[in-house]
């Protein structure tokens, strides 16, 4: 089972940045496509970014495309989430998520998580 803690959440304006980060320890990080969810309030979970176990390949839910950039360092077990502009609309608990599948490719991602992280929060004021 793999362990996933994220970092970086808080509070921005409008136009704004951050930068989220997800430690994974527990299994062979490398191996894994990983990805980023996202909750509002009286939402459901909805995909927000993926990439592949190597890192050259990224999949993107349309309202965050040209505005937030995933990437990975397999030498530190970690996943980021760069968010630029960030909107109103933005604000929710993101959520670090890790695929079950070895190698797996990441147009497959969003129906084969394995595991989640407990969530940061990330608030956008207008």
């Known amino acids: 089972q793999v362990r996933l803690v994220e970092s970086g959440g808080g509070l921005v304006q409008a136009g704004g940045s951050l930068r989220l980060s997800c430690a994974a320890s527990?299994?062979?990080?490398?191996?894994?496509?990983m990805g980023w969810f996202r909750q509002a309030p009286g939402k459901e979970r909805e995909f927000v970014a993926a990439?592949?176990?190597?890192?050259?390949?990224?999949d993107y839910t349309d309202p965050v495309k040209g505005r937030f950039t995933i990437s990975r360092d397999n030498t530190k077990n970690t996943v980021y989430l760069q968010m630029n502009s960030l909107k109103a609309e933005d604000t929710a608990v993101y959520y670090c998520?890790?695929?079950?599948?070895?190698?797996?490719?990441?147009?497959?991602?969003?129906?084969?998580?394995?595991?989640w992280g407990q969530g940061t929060q990330v608030t956008v004021s207008s």
């Open positions: 998520a890790a695929g079950n599948t070895a190698y797996a490719p990441i147009q497959a991602f969003k129906g084969a998580v394995g595991s």
């Open positions: 527990g299994r062979t990080f490398s191996r894994y496509p």
């Open positions: 990439v592949n176990w190597g890192g050259s390949t990224t």
